[in-house]
């Protein structure tokens, strides 16, 4: 019984996912750094790709791990030569797929924080925003990685004391010119940056600029743009003299005019911001200021790789060209010095209220639709061939405790009759199915409570534009939502308003 038991179970087995293999980081960076222009491109592109079309879990930690052991952006480099430096280049390609590695490195929270080691990188990323064509994938992953940046408070310090929020109002203020990505990305952006009492203050600088330009995304079809706006407001409008600005240009009779047409939890939001609008309680930000909190935003479930990341690619390998995971394996493969890190388990903060806006760090990208995984039964976007699995050998084993002890009961079917054995087949069955669900129950019970989420909710049947937040005012997300383009986010907290 106990055989036949595992046998019709096998299916049920959840594939080890093996690792991948390690790479001379000595070579590739060498590489990277004085090799032709279209090996640099393929360079970049199949380590975007490794880390992208992993596994999350182990193989993906490993892979994060040995890139930032390796110091593969040279981000601990003094060199003037540096892989970070790509971001120069003369060749739009290799700026591109630099660009799009440093995305993807952002996207995860060890690859921002690796990042954020480099004194000089955002002011380069900061350069790279301002001098690259707005309509070009290179601006759009730029923007994207400094979106994801601002989860980090001593990013978000050097952003506004780089005069970013005045850029932001500067490109917000012709929306038409934008992508929908690049609209969400910079709304989301700026809610981040005025979040904190120096951005703020910057904005009491530029009162009818900053309003105008809000008052005019308003309408747009986009309810991740409105919720990011309707953050913004609801932030600045804290500042008594920003109040006072918004009275005079009616903007209490813009925004009733538009709750007439929004869904129910965009009327909440704006009935927040007219909330705050009319509030009398004077700006007094010596007594709690959130630039006086050391630690950083990282919420959980931030670890998000959007599919954006890999459209689009302008670089197609030639015949017989080496290219992804085969380039790796054939020209770079190093010495096997895999050590996996175990991950911190990262606890849910407490519930948001209903009734209170979010205060905390957003990302558009991160409802949009993931990488797909083992677990939904889908494979990777790319080549298999790219991809070093060995299929899973020996019999199918159970690792709970509770499935353990119930092949532990199983005796040699040697010892049935053949009545018997089925009968003992139908029980155990049985009895491991009710195991099996009361145990997924728990699971669904407790993985499937509503978090306090850092991007727009996801699953949209058009491009960048999903579902509203279950949420009161989402006043801080960040992470790209499922749309044609690409976007990404650990404990939890909230902060009463």
């Given at each position: 019984?106990?055989?036949?038991?595992?046998?019709s179970?096998t299916?049920m087995?959840?594939?080890?996912?093996p690792?991948?293999?390690?790479?001379?980081?000595?070579?590739?960076?060498?590489d990277?750094?004085?090799?032709?222009?279209?090996?640099k491109?393929?360079?970049?592109?199949?380590?975007?790709?490794?880390?992208?079309?992993?596994?999350?879990?182990?193989?993906?930690?490993?892979?994060?791990q040995?890139?930032?052991s390796?110091?593969?952006?040279?981000?601990?480099?003094?060199?003037?030569?540096?892989?970070?430096?790509?971001?120069?280049?003369?060749?739009?390609?290799?700026?591109q797929?630099m660009?799009?590695?440093?995305?993807?490195?952002?996207?995860?929270i060890?690859g921002?924080?690796?990042?954020s080691?480099?004194?000089t990188l955002?002011?380069?990323?900061?350069?790279?925003?301002?001098?690259?064509?707005?309509?070009?994938?290179?601006?759009?992953?730029?923007?994207?990685?400094?979106q994801?940046?601002?989860?980090?408070?001593?990013?978000q310090?050097?952003?506004?004391?780089?005069?970013?929020?005045?850029?932001?109002?500067?490109?917000?203020?012709?929306?038409?010119?934008l992508?929908?990505?690049?609209?969400?990305?910079?709304?989301?952006?700026?809610?981040?940056?005025?979040?904190?009492?120096a951005?703020?203050?910057?904005?009491?600088?530029?009162p009818?600029?900053?309003?105008?330009?809000?008052?005019?995304?308003?309408?747009?079809?986009n309810p991740k743009?409105?919720?990011?706006?309707?953050?913004?407001?609801?932030?600045?409008?804290?500042i008594p003299?920003?109040?006072?600005?918004?009275k005079?240009?009616?903007?209490?009779?813009?925004?009733?005019?538009?709750?007439?047409?929004?869904?129910?939890?965009?009327?909440?939001?704006?009935?927040?911001?007219?909330?705050?609008?009319?509030?009398?309680?004077?700006?007094?930000?010596s007594?709690?200021?959130?630039?006086d909190?050391?630690?950083?935003?990282?919420?959980?479930?931030?670890?998000?790789?959007?599919?954006?990341?890999?459209?689009?690619?302008?670089?197609?390998?030639?015949?017989?060209e080496?290219?992804?995971?085969?380039?790796?394996?054939?020209?770079y493969?190093?010495?096997?010095t895999?050590?996996p890190?175990?991950?911190?388990?990262?606890?849910?903060?407490?519930?948001?209220?209903?009734?209170?806006?979010?205060?905390?760090?957003v990302?558009?990208?991160?409802?949009r639709?993931?990488?797909?995984t083992p677990?939904?039964?889908?494979?990777?976007?790319?080549?298999?061939?790219?991809?070093?699995?060995s299929?899973?050998?020996?019999?199918?084993?159970f690792?709970?405790?509770?499935?353990?002890?119930?092949?532990?009961?199983c005796?040699?079917?040697?010892?049935?009759?053949?009545?018997?054995?089925?009968?003992?087949?139908?029980?155990?069955?049985?009895?491991?199915?009710?195991?099996?669900?009361?145990?997924?129950?728990?699971?669904?019970?407790?993985?499937?409570?509503?978090?306090?989420?850092?991007?727009p909710?996801?699953?949209?049947?058009s491009?960048?534009?999903g579902?509203v937040?279950?949420i009161?005012?989402?006043?801080?997300?960040?992470?790209?939502?499922?749309?044609?383009?690409p976007?990404?986010?650990?404990?939890?907290r909230?902060r009463?308003?």
């Open positions: 019984a106990s055989t036949l038991l595992r046998a179970l299916s087995k959840v594939q080890d996912v690792l991948l293999p390690s790479l001379d980081y000595e070579k590739l960076k060498k990277l750094i004085t090799g032709s222009d279209r090996l491109a393929l360079l970049l592109q199949a380590l975007r790709w490794r880390l992208t079309t992993s596994y999350p879990g182990e193989q993906r930690d490993t892979i994060m040995a890139y930032i390796n110091d593969l952006l040279d981000c601990h480099s003094n060199c003037q030569r540096s892989v970070l430096q790509l971001l120069y280049s003369k060749s739009e390609v290799v700026r797929y660009a799009r590695l440093i995305n993807a490195f952002a996207s995860l060890e921002r924080a690796y990042l080691q480099n004194p955002l002011q380069m990323l900061e350069d790279r925003l301002k001098a690259e064509d707005k309509d070009s994938l290179t601006w759009e992953n730029v923007l994207g990685a400094l994801k940046f601002s989860l980090r408070r001593t990013l310090s050097a952003m506004i004391k780089d005069g970013l929020i005045f850029w932001l109002v500067d490109v917000l203020i012709d929306p038409d010119c992508s929908d990505y690049n609209l969400e990305y910079c709304a989301a952006l700026l809610m981040n940056l005025c979040l904190r009492s951005g703020k203050k910057i904005c009491a600088s530029i009818n600029p900053m309003l105008r330009v809000l008052s005019g995304l308003l309408d747009h079809e743009v409105q919720s990011y706006v309707n953050g913004v407001l609801y932030s600045i409008l804290a003299s920003i109040r006072e600005e918004a005079e240009m009616g903007m209490e009779e813009i925004l009733r005019c538009f709750i007439k047409e929004r869904n129910e939890e965009m009327v909440r939001q704006m009935e927040f911001v007219i909330k705050q609008l009319n509030s009398e309680e004077p700006y007094n930000d007594i709690v200021s959130d630039d909190e050391e630690e950083e935003y990282e919420e959980e479930d931030s670890d998000i790789l959007e599919p954006d990341l890999d459209k689009d690619e302008v670089l197609l390998p030639q015949l017989g080496l290219s992804g995971e085969k380039l790796l394996t054939t020209e493969l190093g010495i096997m895999h050590t890190k175990t991950k911190k388990k990262q606890f849910a903060g407490v519930q948001q209220s209903i009734d209170e806006p979010l205060q905390r760090p990302t558009p990208g991160y409802h639709t993931p990488y797909l677990e939904n039964g889908t494979s990777s976007c790319h080549d298999k061939d790219d991809k070093l699995q299929p899973p050998s020996g019999p199918s084993s690792s709970s405790g509770r499935q353990s002890s119930i092949s532990d009961f005796i040699s079917p040697s010892c049935f009759t053949w009545l018997q054995t089925y009968y003992a087949y139908i029980f155990l069955h049985a009895l491991l199915t009710l195991s099996l669900s009361s145990s997924s129950e728990f699971a669904l019970a407790f993985t499937s409570k509503p978090k306090i989420p850092r991007t909710d996801g699953q949209s049947t491009p960048r534009k579902k937040p279950a009161a005012p989402q006043f801080s997300q960040s992470g790209p939502q499922q749309s044609s383009h976007s990404s986010s650990g404990s939890t909230s009463q308003s």
